[in-house]
């Protein structure tokens, strides 16, 4: 997971601009500890409604 911390600070984190202030105030493996928690419970809620991944109008302009 820290590899997509360092892919995040190399390349950018386009539409997770959270990810980006956060790395800036925390050290890498902190927020590849939060993107991997957001992660999971992304997974949760979709298992738990029996939805598939439903990207946002905001990421897909």
């Not at 950018?12 to 956060?22: D, E, I, Q, S, V």
Request: no cysteine.
């Amino acid at each position: 997971m820290v590899a997509s911390g360092r892919k995040a600070k190399i390349h950018g984190t386009g539409h997770r601009p959270w990810l980006t202030a956060l790395l800036a105030r925390r050290p890498t493996k902190v927020a590849a500890i939060a993107l991997a928690n957001e992660l999971a419970r992304m997974a949760w809620a979709m298992m738990a409604r029996n939805e598939r991944y439903k990207e946002s109008a905001a990421l897909t302009a």
